[in-house]
């Protein structure tokens, strides 16, 4: 007896031995911020917007594969077996998450270096010959410039979703097992990527449209935040016990306060009125969205691991 009350109290215990650690919320807010971006950069792509001298047009894939190098160099830290990363490449498991992102990288890497040819900065053209004939050659066939805006959308699709999906296929853990922590996780790397972009452009009509964007992103993401806790609230008794870790419970505050408040009512408040004129474009919302969608994450990661089936 007094051998299964160690081994059940481990059980609880264990969990919480890495509840501080900060690679995987910062993975998954990179990740999602990465699949949003480019979703967007292949938007302007298909509008042609690569033919203008805008800054979100000529960087957005370049900013894309710093951060996601440095999502991937936090789940590297993360690892641990650090020296046994390859073996993810070596086989392909239909049933395993990890497998299918693990080769859903190997797409979007390329994807999106071939995104950066489309146009090259005038500060790197003729730096690398090679980079100026095949944008040279990428320039001639639009229909394939089309395509290739095309495939970053769809890419950046499935990466946002796996993001959430990746969580949720732990099924042990309660909170992130829900259906609709996909889409929660999609829709939120949308409107990080909008709000980055609305940050960082110095193109008028981008920062308008990008706060539009924004806007119905963060509108979308409330009614996806209803269904995600309300799909946890008429389900198990310890689905309801895990959803109150949020609701009423040690993470309440920081969910109403700094996701939900912070990170979404407020930017959205604040935009609304900037795209209706009422008050100028200020870089404070996109910050707070910014910072929402991270805080978003850790909240996520953290409670998950609190909740148990036990």
Avoid: C
């Avoid at 949020?246 to 993470?251: A, C, Q």
């Amino acid at each position: 007896m007094q051998e299964l009350t160690i081994t059940r109290h481990n059980e609880l215990i264990d969990p919480l031995l890495h509840i501080w650690s900060w690679q995987i919320p910062v993975y998954l807010f990179l990740g999602g911020l990465v699949a949003g971006i480019m979703i967007i950069s292949g938007w302007f792509v298909l509008q042609g917007r690569y033919k203008h001298t805008t800054f979100s047009t000529f960087y957005l894939p370049h900013i894309s594969l710093v951060l996601l190098s440095l999502g991937m160099g936090a789940l590297f830290l993360d690892l641990e077996h650090k020296l046994y990363f390859w073996r993810l490449f070596t086989t392909f498991q239909w049933t395993a998450p990890m497998s299918w992102g693990s080769w859903l990288l190997l797409t979007i890497y390329p994807a999106l270096w071939v995104n950066t040819l489309i146009r090259i900065p005038e500060r790197f053209q003729g730096k690398i010959p090679l980079f100026d004939r095949l944008s040279a050659e990428l320039n001639k066939r639009p229909t394939l410039i089309k395509n290739i805006g095309i495939a970053n959308m769809l890419l950046g699709t499935l990466l946002g979703m796996y993001t959430g999906v990746l969580l949720s296929s732990f099924a042990a853990r309660p909170l992130w097992n829900s259906a609709m922590l996909w889409m929660l996780f999609l829709v939120s790397g949308l409107s990080a990527a909008a709000a980055f972009v609305h940050l960082i452009t110095t193109d008028v009509y981008e920062r308008v449209l990008l706060a539009k964007a924004d806007n119905a992103f963060l509108t979308l993401e409330l009614f996806v935040f209803g269904g995600f806790l309300t799909g946890l609230l008429t389900s198990s008794r310890v689905h309801v016990e895990a959803v109150r870790l949020l609701l009423d419970g040690p993470y309440a505050p920081v969910f109403w306060v700094f996701v939900i408040g912070l990170g979404i009512v407020v930017p959205l408040i604040v935009q609304l009125l900037a795209v209706n004129h009422k008050v100028k474009h200020t870089p404070v919302a996109p910050i707070l969205v910014l910072a929402g969608g991270l805080t978003l994450r850790f909240v996520i990661v953290y409670a998950g691991q609190f909740s148990h089936w036990t």
